[in-house]
């Protein structure tokens, strides 16, 4: 390319960049209309403003609302000189021009919309199921001209051009965060259109609104927008964390962590908004960074799946042929994917987190919602943690006969089957119990993948420590299910598997330590040796027992399990200290094999405990 065009691609890209800012001002300024009720500033006439081309003030809201029409106007005819700059510079096989021309089309479209808004009165306080929909809608078609501009901007600035085929599952996780953000910002808009016309006088008068059984249906519908942000958010930090190891590119590496950044100030503006009673400045200032976490993601989502970011196999290192199967895979290869083995004490944890809190039979529904759920969650993290392990599974004794090691599944397909179980969890939680249930799953595998397989499992000796806990959720998962809230009981049970996990793991960990001596993976008896190993596991042993027996000073629990407990860490603190005495394999495998029947025979006793007491 020559200076003359560089020059002209270079201007253009300026230009295309100061017209998304401008745009994201005048998006900012209607919601400052939406928020004051100026929506019917102009009556019910449309393109003209109270039947005139420029209206007598004779009302703050004619101006407020005028000013918007007229903001907007000018930023449609800054996008028809996008549109005929952009075609006449670039070529048509430059994604520029179809950035250009896709933008066109967009605000073309949001315009028609706002103007419907205006012409079937469905404004100012207006609180109709049908402007719930319209302005959702409007809302997700304004987050598509976000897109389009920036990615125009993008492009015109060097951008490289996407490659759309063969991305698989970064296509999936990035196409998953998409409609995250619609459905984010769909639940934005209801939660924003109640705030508007249902305004409590403090943050407290408005919980009280939202719980009471006779609120408007907007008011009940506002409550799931920050359920919504947290499982969004929770979903950015492990598509961010899978992405960036799928695409290990400096560009794709800053944009993911501008996202993370840009996302977490986002929550933080939200919970600021909501207990400030949601004045209109800082619905202003959430809106806009909302708009500018969407363009951080659409351009990481460029950079990602740019031409110039060649793609990468998790764990392909030590491995042939990574990116195809040798084998056509089984109904079987697929389960195994899920550790089914592994699976069963959390699953059977997750059941009686159920029972405990129904205090007996939760019903048959409850049931299923929770076996299914709680199985497809841990088997999605499991599946993910079995493509990014691949390579030191590979060289391991025990797990070298997995289906991704032996290529019957691809990596690619084994995520994609990761991702729709997750999907299935956490709708079937959402829908068959509550969305607290929901969430916890989804924190649960982000939990196991992002921080325990990703940054810690190769990285520190205290890998099991922090990156058990994903071990500990769930039991809240269940109690959540059955309760929709979590008391202090709950947390007993997820601090029971906590401090639980290092016995049961390094227990095993000492029978493969030679395994994870080989792979490089820093267990704690491959760091600092058996004797430190046994001593920690007796520690932890102690606290295990002493959280196991705190809910009786809850009174929520009667004698039967008060005995159980005592019996069973009686058993689990002799096994720890023979182990310590003499740091045997024999000692340890028994310790290993009693922890996974102590825990579960803990649960079982809580469980039936509170069903004959409670």
Same mark, same amino acid.
């Given at each position: 390319?020559?200076?003359?065009?560089?020059?002209?691609?270079?201007?253009?890209?300026?230009?295309?960049?100061?017209?998304?800012?401008?745009?994201?001002?005048?998006?900012?300024?209607?919601?400052?209309?939406?928020?004051?009720?100026?929506?019917?500033?102009?009556?019910?006439?449309?393109?003209?403003?109270?039947?005139?081309?420029?209206?007598?003030?004779?009302?703050?809201?004619?101006?407020?609302?005028?000013?918007?029409?007229?903001?907007?106007?000018?930023?449609?005819?800054?996008?028809?000189?996008?549109?005929?700059?952009?075609?006449?510079?670039?070529?048509?096989?430059?994604?520029?021009?179809?950035?250009?021309?896709?933008?066109?089309?967009?605000?073309?479209?949001?315009?028609?919309?706002?103007? $419907?808004?205006?012409?079937?009165?469905?404004?100012?306080?207006?609180?109709?199921?049908?402007?719930?929909?319209?302005?959702?809608?409007?809302?997700?078609?304004?987050?598509?001209?976000?897109?389009?501009?920036?990615?125009?901007?993008?492009?015109?600035?060097?951008?490289?051009?996407?490659?759309?085929?063969?991305?698989?599952?970064? $296509?999936?996780?990035?196409?998953?965060?998409?409609?995250?953000?619609?459905?984010?910002?769909?639940?934005?808009?209801?939660?924003?259109?109640?705030?508007?016309?249902?305004?409590?006088?403090?943050?407290?008068?408005?919980?009280?609104?939202?719980?009471?059984?006779?609120?408007?249906?907007?008011?009940?519908?506002?409550?799931?927008?920050?359920?919504?942000?947290?499982?969004?958010?929770?979903?950015?930090?492990?598509?961010?964390?899978?992405?960036?190891?799928?695409?290990?590119?400096?560009?794709?590496?800053?944009?993911?962590?501008?996202?993370?950044?840009?996302?977490?100030?986002?929550?933080?503006?939200?919970?600021?908004?909501?207990?400030?009673?949601?004045?209109?400045?800082?619905?202003?200032?959430?809106?806009?960074?909302?708009?500018?976490?969407?363009?951080?993601?659409?351009?990481?989502?460029?950079?990602?799946?740019?031409?110039?970011?060649?793609?990468?196999?998790?764990?392909?290192?030590?491995?042939?042929?990574?990116?195809?199967?040798?084998?056509?895979?089984?109904?079987?290869?697929?389960?195994?994917?899920?550790?089914?083995?592994?699976?069963?004490?959390?699953?059977?944890?997750?059941?009686?987190?159920?029972?405990?809190?129904?205090?007996?039979?939760?019903?048959?529904?409850?049931?299923?919602?929770?076996?299914?759920?709680?199985?497809?969650?841990?088997?999605?993290?499991?599946?993910?943690?079995?493509?990014?392990?691949?390579?030191?599974?590979?060289?391991?004794?025990?797990?070298?006969?997995?289906?991704?090691?032996?290529?019957?599944?691809?990596?690619?397909?084994?995520?994609?089957?990761?991702?729709?179980?997750?999907?299935?969890?956490?709708?079937?939680?959402?829908?068959?119990?509550?969305?607290?249930?929901?969430?916890?799953?989804?924190?649960?595998?982000?939990?196991?993948?992002?921080?325990?397989?990703?940054?810690?499992?190769?990285?520190?000796?205290?890998?099991?420590?922090?990156?058990?806990?994903?071990?500990?959720?769930?039991?809240?998962?269940?109690?959540?299910?059955?309760?929709?809230?979590?008391?202090?009981?709950?947390?007993?049970?997820?601090?029971?598997?906590?401090?639980?996990?290092?016995?049961?793991?390094?227990?095993?960990?000492?029978?493969?330590?030679?395994?994870?001596?080989?792979?490089?993976?820093?267990?704690?008896?491959?760091?600092?040796?058996?004797?430190?190993?046994?001593?920690?596991?007796?520690?932890?042993?102690?606290?295990?027992?002493?959280?196991?027996?705190?809910?009786?000073?809850?009174?929520?629990?009667?004698?039967?399990?008060?005995?159980?407990?005592?019996?069973?860490?009686?058993?689990?603190?002799?096994?720890?200290?023979?182990?310590?005495?003499?740091?045997?394999?024999?000692?340890?495998?028994?310790?290993?094999?009693?922890?996974?029947?102590?825990?579960?025979?803990?649960?079982?006793?809580?469980?039936?405990?509170?069903?004959?007491?409670?």
């Amino acid at each position: 390319m020559g200076v003359e065009p560089r020059m002209k691609h270079l201007a253009f890209a300026r230009y295309a960049w100061g017209l998304l800012l401008y745009i994201l001002g005048v998006i900012v300024w209607g919601a400052y209309v939406r928020a004051t009720g100026s929506g019917d500033g102009c009556g019910q006439s449309w393109p003209t403003c109270n039947g005139a081309l420029i209206p007598e003030p004779e009302q703050l809201k004619t101006v407020i609302e005028f000013s918007h029409r007229l903001t907007s106007g000018l930023a449609l005819i800054g996008v028809i000189v996008l549109y005929y700059w952009g075609r006449r510079i670039f070529p048509k096989d430059h994604p520029a021009y179809f950035g250009v021309t896709a933008a066109l089309w967009v605000m073309l479209t949001e315009t028609v919309a706002g103007g $419907g808004l205006v012409l079937y009165e469905l404004v100012a306080y207006n609180d109709s199921v049908a402007r719930v929909v319209v302005m959702a809608i409007h809302l997700l078609i304004t987050l598509t001209l976000i897109a389009t501009m920036a990615l125009a901007a993008y492009w015109a600035s060097g951008g490289a051009p996407l490659r759309l085929k063969n991305q698989g599952a970064v $296509g999936w996780a990035l196409g998953i965060a998409v409609l995250a953000f619609f459905t984010l910002a769909a639940s934005g808009a209801v939660t924003a259109l109640a705030d508007t016309l249902f305004r409590a006088p403090s943050f407290w008068e408005g919980v009280k609104m939202d719980l009471s059984p006779t609120a408007h249906f907007l008011i009940k519908l506002r409550v799931w927008h920050p359920i919504i942000a947290i499982s969004v958010g929770i979903y950015i930090l492990l598509m961010v964390g899978l992405v960036n190891r799928l695409r290990p590119h400096p560009t794709v590496q800053r944009y993911g962590t501008a996202l993370v950044l840009l996302f977490g100030t986002q929550i933080v503006v939200g919970l600021w908004n909501m207990l400030s009673n949601t004045p209109e400045s800082l619905q202003m200032l959430h809106i806009f960074t909302a708009d500018v976490v969407w363009i951080s993601f659409v351009l990481y989502a460029a950079a990602a799946l740019s031409r110039d970011v060649q793609p990468t196999e998790l764990g392909e290192e030590h491995l042939p042929s990574p990116h195809e199967s040798s084998s056509r895979a089984s109904v079987r290869d697929y389960f195994a994917l899920t550790k089914p083995r592994i699976i069963s004490l959390l699953l059977f944890t997750a059941l009686a987190g159920l029972f405990i809190a129904a205090g007996g039979w939760p019903g048959w529904k409850l049931f299923w919602v929770v076996f299914l759920g709680g199985y497809a969650f841990a088997g999605a993290a499991n599946a993910i943690n079995m493509v990014i392990d691949r390579d030191i599974d590979a060289r391991m004794e025990r797990t070298r006969g997995r289906p991704t090691v032996q290529n019957r599944i691809a990596s690619a397909d084994a995520l994609k089957f990761a991702f729709v179980l997750a999907a299935f969890a956490f709708v079937l939680l959402w829908l068959g119990a509550n969305p607290l249930a929901a969430t916890l799953g989804l924190a649960g595998l982000m939990h196991y993948v992002l921080i325990y397989t990703i940054f810690l499992k190769r990285r520190s000796w205290n890998n099991i420590v922090i990156g058990g806990a994903a071990g500990a959720f769930p039991p809240l998962v269940g109690w959540a299910a059955a309760t929709g809230e979590l008391n202090l009981l709950a947390w007993y049970l997820f601090a029971i598997v906590f401090f639980w996990t290092p016995v049961h793991f390094w227990a095993l960990a000492l029978l493969i330590k030679d395994d994870y001596a080989r792979v490089g993976v820093p267990m704690l008896p491959v760091v600092h040796g058996d004797r430190v190993t046994v001593l920690q596991i007796a520690l932890y042993a102690v606290l295990t027992a002493v959280i196991s027996i705190m809910p009786l000073t809850l009174g929520q629990v009667g004698w039967i399990y008060a005995l159980s407990a005592a019996l069973l860490n009686l058993v689990l603190l002799g096994h720890s200290l023979m182990l310590y005495l003499e740091p045997q394999r024999p000692r340890a495998r028994r310790l290993f094999f009693y922890s996974m029947s102590y825990l579960a025979l803990l649960f079982l006793a809580m469980a039936v405990d509170r069903s004959v007491h409670f």
